[in-house]
């Protein structure tokens, strides 16, 4: 007996769409109308900034490269909160049944985590390269070419 493959889209092809009652608290909590890079379904771990066992998605925007929005259903209100990413690195966590994109700054106590299942985890470590390398990215310059 073989366990059927998940149809999920490949690492590469992170979804944009982000399901209507998201949208709302999404539009409320973007300010400066940034276009969605990516969108991703997961369920949040414990930590400060988050109760556990939210669903929610993690946004990525395309003008904001320093942050990300968790957007998160709490009973029947739908909130949204940004994580800053200039002190914080990702990485990957692979737990029993879970996938973790773990979001650390300092200590143990100052993390992030966000589970994704387990036949996602090519979409987390795909994930984790995309944050991590996000503060790669060059900035636009303002020096004109030398002419000869």
Same mark, same amino acid.
């Given at each position: 007996?073989?366990?059927?493959?998940?149809?999920?889209?490949?690492? +590469?092809?992170? !979804?944009?769409?982000? !399901? /209507?009652?998201?949208?709302?608290?999404?539009?409320?909590?973007?300010?400066?109308?940034?276009?969605?890079?990516?969108?991703?379904?997961?369920?949040?771990?414990?930590? *400060?900034? &988050?109760?556990?066992?939210?669903?929610?998605?993690?946004?990525?925007?395309? +003008?904001?490269?320093?942050?990300?929005?968790?957007?998160?259903?709490? /009973?029947?209100?739908?909130?949204?909160? %940004?994580?800053? &990413?200039?002190?914080?690195?990702?990485?990957?966590?692979?737990?029993? &049944?879970?996938?973790?994109?773990?979001? %650390?700054?300092?200590? *143990? *106590?100052?993390?992030?985590?966000?589970?994704?299942?387990?036949?996602?985890? +090519?979409?987390? %470590?795909? &994930?984790?390269?995309?944050?991590?390398?996000?503060?790669?990215?060059?900035?636009?310059?303002?020096?004109?070419?030398?002419? +000869?």
């Amino acid at each position: 007996m073989r366990w059927p493959a998940a149809s999920l889209p490949g690492p +590469e092809n992170l !979804p944009q769409e982000i !399901p /209507g009652r998201y949208a709302t608290a999404f539009k409320r909590h973007n300010l400066l109308n940034a276009n969605v890079a990516w969108a991703v379904p997961c369920i949040s771990g414990s930590s *400060k900034m &988050l109760p556990s066992n939210l669903f929610g998605f993690l946004v990525g925007t395309q +003008e904001d490269l320093h942050s990300l929005i968790f957007l998160y259903k709490r /009973g029947f209100a739908t909130a949204a909160i %940004s994580v800053d &990413l200039d002190e914080y690195t990702a990485s990957q966590e692979s737990q029993f &049944l879970s996938e973790n994109l773990v979001l %650390s700054c300092g200590g *143990k *106590k100052n993390r992030l985590v966000f589970l994704f299942s387990r036949p996602e985890a +090519e979409r987390v %470590s795909h &994930l984790v390269e995309k944050i991590n390398h996000r503060f790669a990215e060059p900035e636009p310059s303002d020096k004109e070419p030398q002419e +000869e």
